[in-house]
């Protein structure tokens, strides 16, 4: 018997919703969005009344593309947490209406393992290559820098982890200073290809163990730029490309020594990326180098299934629908969800 389930991700400022049948992708529709643009960063309240807007024409043409109604619908699976609070309650609400309509069964759905089990989408145009348990997870993303062992689709162990700010953010603040709106990840991306990696030097931080930290870069970086702008004060447009091309080479460096450290202690050599960093072409390029050098087998999310999308919340939902983990309608929105 074929298993439908519509996925629902709202807890940032991505309203998404999914259609997967039998593990298989039929329409991933996500309405981001830009009202944030002009204040440097997510603005909590105007995300949960964006959301509100979005949902059911998301919902709507989600149905569509897959050609299915909603008396089709299995299961409906929703983010629970970590996102804002807002954000994360219409997405729930939906979802339990829904569910309650449809009298079918409702599935929690945790973003940050999800981001993870997005490596085992398949959709209709591409079968992927799905990694192999148990492995390790690289989770970077605005809100989170994680090295996780992966032992099952629900057994995760979070073994380094920031103690600060994320990759994500790293990159966003430091763009922010350079006067890129917000996101500012994907520009600095774009422009490092046409720069220098190693025109600037940034410090880098010393932390034990497999933990992370990215406030000293940023504060690093802050300074930095305002010492030379001083003695000129065309410095950031002057050499722009070689100040993102340098930020993004330093970011990914830390990042992999790390992900180098936790191959070597645990001795696991399948590694996957996953958040919205995973899409930044530095990463994925250390991440191919390592496989080559270093004999790893590594995982690269499509980009549709890496920045947030509702495909990996509905992928996530399936694995829980096959083990009847359902929950009951008073099942309320967590702002902050651990990976355990
Ligand atoms: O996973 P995500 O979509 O949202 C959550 O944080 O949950 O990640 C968003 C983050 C932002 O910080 C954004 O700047 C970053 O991912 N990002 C990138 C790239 N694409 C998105 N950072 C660097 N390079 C990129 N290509």
Same mark, same amino acid.
């Given at each position: 018997m074929s298993i439908t389930i519509l996925g629902i991700e709202s807890s940032c400022d991505d309203t998404s919703a999914s259609v997967l049948r039998d593990g298989v992708i039929h329409s991933n529709i996500t309405a981001t969005q830009t009202v944030h643009m002009a204040y440097g960063g997510v603005v909590p309240e105007? +995300? /949960? &009344? +964006?959301? @509100? @807007?979005? $949902? $059911?024409? *998301? !919902?709507?043409? +989600?149905l569509k593309e897959a050609n299915v109604t909603a008396d089709d619908i299995d299961a409906v699976a929703f983010t629970r947490g970590p996102g804002l609070l807002g954000s994360l309650m219409v997405g729930t609400s939906f979802a339990k209406g829904f569910a309650l309509s449809k009298n079918i069964p409702l599935i929690e759905v #945790?973003?940050?393992k999800a981001h993870i089990l997005a490596h085992f989408i398949d959709d209709l145009k591409n079968t992927y290559d799905h990694p192999n348990f148990p492995f390790l997870a690289l989770l970077v993303s605005g809100g989170n820098s994680q090295i996780i062992i992966v032992k099952d689709h629900m057994d995760m162990e979070v073994i380094g982890e920031t103690i600060d700010d994320a990759a994500g953010e790293a990159f966003d603040k430091c763009a922010k200073v350079m006067g890129i709106p917000y996101p500012g990840g994907p520009v600095i991306d774009k422009r490092s290809k046409e720069g220098n990696p190693l025109a600037f030097e940034f410090s880098r931080p010393k932390i034990q163990g497999l933990n992370y930290s990215f406030s000293g870069l940023k504060t690093s970086f802050l300074y930095f730029l305002r010492d030379r702008v001083k003695e000129n004060p065309n410095f950031i447009e002057e050499n722009m490309n070689d100040l993102c091309a /340098?930020? @993004?080479?330093? $970011? *990914?460096? *830390?990042?992999? #020594?790390? !992900?180098? &450290?936790a191959v070597r202690e645990t001795g696991i050599k399948e590694v996957a990326i996953a958040g919205g960093v995973s899409a930044n072409s530095g990463l994925q390029n250390a991440m191919k180098e390592a496989a080559v050098k270093l004999g790893w087998k590594v995982y690269i999310p499509q980009l549709g299934y890496s920045l947030d999308n509702a495909a990996m919340i509905a992928i996530t939902g399936y694995f829980k629908y096959l083990k009847k983990d359902f929950v009951e309608q008073d099942t309320a929105p967590f702002a902050r969800m651990t990976i355990k």
């Open positions: 105007l +995300a /949960s &009344r +964006a959301h @509100q @807007q979005n $949902i $059911i024409p *998301v !919902v709507d043409l +989600a #945790n973003h940050l /340098s930020l @993004q080479y330093t $970011i *990914v460096d *830390v990042l992999m #020594n790390k !992900v180098k &450290r």
